[in-house]
C-alpha cells in the first residue's frame, strides 16, 4: 500500500516507526522484493500496510505486516522473512481542506 504524505504522518504519530523515504538507496530493492510500498522501520524490522476493511465512510485503515526482521544488534542488517500480519491496525482521519 503506497501511502499519502498525510497517511504516511498519521502512521508515524500511531506506530512510532520512521518511514524510509523514496531517495533512500534500499529502496529499488525494496520495491523489486515486495512491490510498491510505503516501508517503515523499528526497532523489529522492516514493515508496510496492507489495506483493511473501511470502518467508516471518512476513514480507511490498513494492516501492519512485517516484512523483515533485524539480523543484527546494530539495526544494520535486515532479514526477510515471509510476510507477517501484526494484527496492528493503523486507521487514517479523513483530513479536510
Same mark, same amino acid.
Given at each position: ?10 502512521? &508515524?504519530?500511531?506506530? #512510532?516507526?520512521? /518511514? *524510509? ?6 529502496? =529499488?530493492?525494496?520495491? @523489486? ?7 517503515? &522501520?523499528?526497532?523489529? #524490522?522492516?514493515? /508496510? *500496510? ?6 467508516? =465512510?471518512?476513514?480507511? @485503515? ?15 542488517? *535486515? ?19
Amino acid at each position: 500500500m503506497k501511502l499519502t504524505s498525510e497517511q504516511v504522518k498519521q502512521t &508515524v504519530n500511531q506506530l #512510532g516507526a520512521q /518511514v *524510509l523515504p523514496d531517495e533512500h538507496p534500499a529502496m =529499488p530493492q525494496l520495491n @523489486s522484493m515486495f512491490g510498491e510500498h510505503t516501508f517503515f &522501520v523499528d526497532e523489529m #524490522g522492516l514493515k /508496510v *500496510l496492507e489495506p483493511t476493511p473501511s470502518p467508516g =465512510p471518512d476513514r480507511q @485503515s490498513g494492516e501492519v505486516v512485517s516484512l523483515a526482521d533485524w539480523g543484527d544488534s546494530d539495526l544494520t542488517r *535486515l532479514m526477510a522473512h515471509e510476510p507477517e500480519p501484526t494484527g496492528v491496525i493503523v486507521v487514517f482521519e479523513h483530513v479536510r481542506h
